[in-house]
């Protein structure tokens, strides 16, 4: 019902910032879009996600207050704007969309985008 596709990543110095975009192609404006990450070695965990009329947004983790969720369902793009990238945030970053907004859980997320390496250097 729904396709993502991101933006590629990245390769930045410590400070910096970036956004990655998620295209999507199919009902994407009916969709909650959501953001996670993925470090080397450990579980791949919610970031953020905002919801199908773009009017709310939530944040959960070590990037809340260093990120902005958005979306343009007339262009059925979705952004994740990054600041203050430190190397710990290196990780594979993904989009992922959901029915229910309440949804932080890797399993509540119906459909997965193919996810983007953003890397931090110090």
């Known amino acids: 019902q729904v396709q993502l596709v991101q933006s590629e990543g990245g390769l930045v110095e410590a400070g910096d910032s970036l956004r990655l975009s998620c295209g999507g192609s199919?009902?994407?404006?009916?969709?909650?879009i959501g953001w996670f990450r993925q470090a080397p070695g450990k579980e791949r965990v919610f970031v953020g996600a905002?919801?199908?009329?773009?009017?709310?947004?939530n944040y959960q983790g070590p990037m809340k207050g260093r990120i902005t969720i958005s979306r343009d369902n007339t262009q059925n793009m979705a952004w994740i704007q990054m600041d203050s990238l430190e190397p710990e945030d290196t990780a594979v970053y993904y989009c992922?969309?959901?029915?229910?907004?309440?949804?932080?859980?890797?399993?509540?997320?119906?459909?997965w985008s193919q996810g983007t390496q953003v890397t931090v250097s110090s």
């Open positions: 905002i919801n199908w009329r773009g009017d709310s947004t």
């Open positions: 992922a969309a959901t029915w229910d907004f309440r949804a932080k859980e890797e399993h509540e997320w119906m459909f």
């Open positions: 199919g009902r994407f404006s009916e969709f909650n």
